[in-house]
């Protein structure tokens, strides 16, 4: 994945034709384009193929199972064209070790503190250990939410030079320069930029805001 | 899902036409087919509706995501089909809500606890908890290794009459009969029948060994 604009459009919505009208407007101003299941689900996984050829895909799978199906999926959607894959490491060494093994060439970022309220319950407590696990199986980078800047501060003094990812930008309060100079590699933009009447406007605004602090 | 057989079928590879023939052959000794993403990147979401017209779909998805997500992985699976789908409860109360509310007529099972080494790590921790948060937010049922008898017999202190369904039997070193004498309510059976030269005679083997309990 390049450096350039650092952003990544996050497609959290289901409609296949509107995904590639989008991305082909705004792919001058994005790094990437971040996909998950509900798009798979509708307009199949020949998707990721076909974003594929227009930018960098995360596929945002949230994998979260046996090491046997976390290979599975990690091989599957590498397979269909995926640049990176992102995982939870909630699930142990084991199987956050088979979604590094299977990567073979493309990034896998793992979840540690989930970013909605429900996430403080389980995965908060966890996000430290679980972010020094991710380190110790290899993980290209993390996901850390741009809601909250202190956090990704925390992330960093772990991980060292990893990269990360960070969520919550625009509509879900969090602001693209903060969440970059808390130290976030990218910061993941969905509905501001996706449901704007200009997406393509509303990405070159984002991406002169993270100018404004590089 | 009907109640007879008390055997589902887990598809743990790729291989759509192979999934399609096996459901076929062994249709009458199962009561339901559970299958997962690895078979959808590879075969499409089309093969849920493909099986759905066979016998009932449990679709595994391992659902871990922020609650507007979920809603949507849960509308499409079952949109395509999905009589059951498999959610995570480490993403907290919101996120199986939203679950729970977007399965309209289907049903959703929680994973609590992981049965794969690194499910120590986080999910054995918190098992318990989850299984009373599952309870709180309506889920039908829960996931309990057959390969842990005793923590089915755990599981099932706490959640009373809901179902649970109860993978690891066979080939990973559980048995279908101590399951259901455990407490389970369905065990999942994977490669013993999938990968059997004869998978009829060896679907048929695993409903006399459970008959032979009830």
């Not at 972010?131 to 980078?141: F, H, I, N």
């Amino acid at each position: 994945m390049r450096k350039e604009t650092r952003i990544i459009l996050a497609i959290d919505e289901t409609d296949g034709r509107k995904a590639v009208s989008v991305v082909k407007e705004v792919r001058d101003h994005i790094d990437a384009v971040k996909i998950n299941w509900p798009l798979i689900l509708s307009a199949g996984p020949e998707m990721i193929t076909k974003l594929s050829k227009m930018t960098d895909v995360i596929c945002d799978l949230k994998v979260a199972d046996i090491p046997n199906t976390v290979r599975l999926i990690v091989e599957g959607a590498v397979a269909r064209g995926a640049g990176a894959v992102i995982v939870h490491a909630f699930t142990g060494e084991d199987s956050l070790t088979a979604a590094v093994e299977a990567a073979k060439g493309a990034e896998i970022y793992a979840v540690t503190e989930m970013s909605h309220p429900g996430g403080v319950t389980f995965t908060a407590k966890h996000a430290e250990e679980m972010a020094r696990l991710g380190m110790k199986c290899g993980v290209d980078g993390f996901i850390a939410p741009a809601t909250r800047p202190e956090r990704i501060a925390d992330i960093r003094k772990i991980i060292g030079a990893k990269k990360i990812l960070s969520p919550g930008v625009g509509t879900q309060g969090g602001s693209a320069s903060s969440a970059i100079s808390a130290g976030a590699d990218y910061v993941i933009i969905g509905r501001s930029i996706y449901n704007s009447p200009e997406p393509r406007k509303a990405a070159s605004d984002m991406e002169r805001d993270i100018r404004s602090v590089l």
